[in-house]
């Protein structure tokens, strides 16, 4: 395998200014980085190798390299993707931008190397490749032994105030083996929860040694030199380009996670329209109704159907009932347990229909998994700024993958007017939910992006859908109630009634039912363990069984799913 030279790292750097011939790139925003993200790396071609239909010539690499060099693609591959996914031709220069110039900012060198030491060798990680380096793959990691587990204790963790306590402890070293051991076991049967562990960033690892803060507004550099604003405008760029807005219209920020994006877009939602009413259904992520908590909204719950869609006749009745205030409204893109996508069209038209002008809504969408996704399956309803959207919030630790959690929230520029201020000690202006900033994030997610390109997210994006089909299959033939919604890769199924089968693969349960969302680095192989496990525990301890009429497992069975029910075969 192959590792770069820890005296060329500092080239990564040079990566978000120069494109492959070396020139200077363009920005979108004033204050931005050039945007070079949606250069593709399209793998070259080989016989035998499964292609998305809407990108010919994608090879699934086999195997799975440390380097993670752009792969080779060539001009028609490059072409088919972009008219794909609808991507307009690259921004047009802007002289006030980072890009400008010899120098981007106060902390980014001049001139820097391209490290990347072989180009032949693809890069972006093959969701079908054995990933053993933090037990992400296909093998699952033994159980910590009882001198681990002591290591791991209360007792060990502690931190002593005396050489005395100190004397009877674990040295640290010893412990944090021990901690390695257990990461990489639980990253190994990790199956309930959307994270991406399918990645590489030991090429970042050097710079985990700078204090690296974008505090303040993204686009306003304070005085803080060792930031890295110039990457995060870059993550930025890329979502607005993805979500179809124009270039001077956006605005938007690396946030610590999907959370802050929900809290951000609705307190914009709130400053936009202080007496409005928030609407969001039962099962939108705890964060909306969170944010309508903190900041003192009138809010609305509206049902759902069985899917978890949001019940639109319940919508518009509500609606109609507050037409004399503002709506503000929540569209789920990718519902937590089940995966459901609300219908952003059908809400768009009850609006219509009511009567709403444009200046008495708001629509924030929450696509904390999903929005990553949607734009890269095929046939699916776009979600864009080029409808009248206000806000989106997306992780970026849970399709893209990345050691700490992170997102990014983007919305349109004329409403953070309504909550900037000056802060003349940060020498910057004060737009964002937190004040400090975790700039590594933000240079994570570029990297993750300039590795992957667009090709690379395609292909993640469609084994994650081609894997949940399969794990619906094999749970169905073994007999398992179980549910696949269009546009998802979250399976949801029967609440197993082995707690230890639970907690061994960490799903996530909802009273009877449990989901596993299928993510790059979910194999079949692993899979195929998962069932068989099942089996075993479903003949020791049986079957769920709804714990009312109208419980969670009651709605999986619900023919409005249409299809086939799953239900169990046989009587079992």
């Known amino acids: 395998m192959m590792r770069a030279s820890r005296t060329l790292m500092s080239a990564a750097l040079r990566r978000a200014t120069t494109g492959a011939s070396g020139a200077t790139s363009s920005s979108l925003h004033p204050a931005c980085l050039a945007n070079a993200l949606l250069t593709p790396a399209v793998a070259s071609p080989s016989a035998g190798s499964p292609s998305p239909s809407s990108a010919p010539n994608l090879c699934f690499q086999q195997l799975r390299l440390k380097s993670t060099a752009p792969m080779d693609h060539d001009d028609e591959d490059e072409a088919a993707l972009d008219a794909t996914l609808n991507i307009d031709a690259a921004p047009t220069d802007d002289a006030d931008g980072f890009g400008s110039g010899s120098e981007m900012s106060n902390n980014t060198l001049e001139s820097v190397a391209d490290y990347t030491s072989d180009k032949s060798k693809s890069g972006t990680p093959s969701p079908w490749a054995v990933f053993d380096a933090w037990g992400a793959g296909a093998d699952i990691v033994d159980p910590l032994s009882a001198d681990e587990e002591y290591k791991l204790s209360k007792d060990s963790v502690a931190i002593p105030f005396t050489d005395e306590e100190r004397a009877g402890m674990p040295d640290e070293t010893s412990i944090l083996g021990a901690y390695d051991h257990l990461?990489?076991?639980?990253?190994?049967?990790?199956?309930?929860?959307?994270?991406?562990?399918?990645?590489?960033?030991?090429?970042?690892y050097e710079f985990m040694k700078y204090s690296i803060n974008n505090l303040g507004d993204p686009y306003v550099t304070s005085n803080y030199g060792v930031h890295s604003r110039q990457f995060e405008c870059s993550v930025i760029d890329f979502f607005a380009r993805l979500w179809k807005m124009e270039p001077d219209e956006y605005w938007g920020y690396v946030t610590t996670c999907g959370t802050e994006g929900n809290l951000h877009g609705i307190l914009l939602a709130r400053e936009c329209h202080p007496d409005g009413i928030l609407y969001t259904s039962k099962e939108s992520h705890y964060s909306v109704l969170k944010a309508a908590r903190y900041y003192r909204m009138e809010a609305r719950a509206i049902q759902t159907l069985a899917t978890g869609e949001i019940d639109y006749d319940s919508l518009s009745a509500e609606i109609e009932k507050n037409l004399d205030k503002p709506v503000i409204i929540n569209v789920n893109i990718g519902t937590t347990v089940k995966g459901a996508v609300d219908d952003l069209d059908r809400i768009l038209r009850i609006l219509s229909q009511l009567g709403v002008p444009r200046d008495r809504f708001h629509i924030h969408c929450d696509g904390a998994l999903f929005a990553m996704m949607m734009p890269f399956v095929d046939f699916a309803p776009e979600?864009?700024?080029?409808?009248?959207?206000?806000?989106?919030?997306?992780?970026?630790?849970?399709?893209?993958?990345?050691?700490?959690?992170?997102?990014?929230?983007?919305?349109?520029?004329?409403?953070?007017?309504?909550?900037?201020?000056?802060?003349?000690?940060?020498?910057?202006?004060?737009?964002t939910i937190m004040g400090s900033r975790n700039g590594?994030?933000?240079?994570?997610?570029?990297?993750?992006?300039?590795?992957?390109?667009?090709?690379?997210?395609?292909?993640?994006?469609?084994?994650?859908?081609?894997?949940?089909?399969?794990?619906?299959?094999v749970l169905h033939d073994a007999g398992?109630?179980?549910?696949?919604?269009?546009?998802?890769?979250?399976?949801?199924?029967e609440r197993p009634m082995d707690d230890t089968l639970v907690k061994r693969w960490q799903l996530a349960c909802e009273e009877d039912i449990a989901h596993v969302v299928v993510m790059p680095n979910v194999t079949r192989d692993k899979i195929d363990r998962f069932v068989e496990e099942l089996v075993e525990a479903r003949e020791t301890h049986g079957r769920m069984e709804p714990v009312r009429a109208d419980s969670p497992l009651s709605k999986l069975m619900c023919s409005s799913w249409g299809g086939e029910t799953h239900m169990p075969k046989n009587g079992n």
């Open 183 to 204: 990461l990489k076991r639980k990253s190994s049967v990790h199956f309930g929860y959307p994270y991406n562990l399918m990645y590489n960033h030991e090429e970042l």
């Open 383 to 431: 979600v864009s700024f080029r409808k009248p959207i206000d806000s989106i919030a997306v992780s970026g630790h849970k399709m893209l993958g990345c050691p700490m959690p992170c997102g990014i929230a983007l919305s349109r520029k004329e409403h953070v007017k309504k909550v900037e201020q000056r802060i003349d000690y940060l020498n910057s202006v004060d737009t």
């Open 440 to 473: 590594q994030a933000a240079l994570y997610l570029w990297y993750s992006l300039r590795k992957k390109g667009i090709a690379g997210i395609k292909r993640d994006v469609t084994h994650c859908i081609d894997t949940a089909r399969y794990l619906r299959k």
């Open 480 to 493: 398992f109630t179980c549910r696949l919604n269009d546009l998802s890769s979250t399976v949801v199924l």
